[in-house]
């Protein structure tokens, strides 16, 4: 699956999925389903009870969104993470960036 960076929401976005009746708030982005292996774009919980157990919390793919009703946080940090991940990405390293990178 190719993942596109420069679409992603930032963490705490809120969303409506095609068919779904609750909407997800997400709080992850480029997550790997651990069973599977197979790779999302998106981690999201309901929302707004939040996690609430292993059920709350969903993997999804921003293809997959019908309705955006809030953008997450965005600032300087969120943007220079999305560029290492950009580059990671390209380059087909496997490994995302440490919370140590960006310091």
């Known amino acids: 699956m190719k993942i596109n960076v420069e679409q992603l929401l930032p963490i705490g976005s809120v969303v409506l999925l095609q ?3 609750k ?3 997400t709080f992850g982005v480029v997550q790997e389903d651990p069973e599977t292996h197979e790779v999302y774009d998106y981690a999201g919980i309901v929302y707004p009870e939040g996690n609430v ?3 709350s919390a969903f993997l999804f793919n921003h293809d997959e969104i019908e309705e955006v ?3 997450g ?3 300087i940090e969120r943007q220079e993470f999305i560029a ?6 390209t380059e087909g390293e496997d490994e995302l960036p440490d919370e140590d990178a960006s310091k």
């Open 23 to 25: 909407r997800l708030m």
């Open 19 to 21: 068919g779904g009746e």
């Open 84 to 89: 290492q991940l950009t580059k990671i990405i």
């Open 73 to 75: 946080y965005n600032d």
């Open 53 to 55: 157990g292993i059920d």
């Open 69 to 71: 009703f809030f953008v």
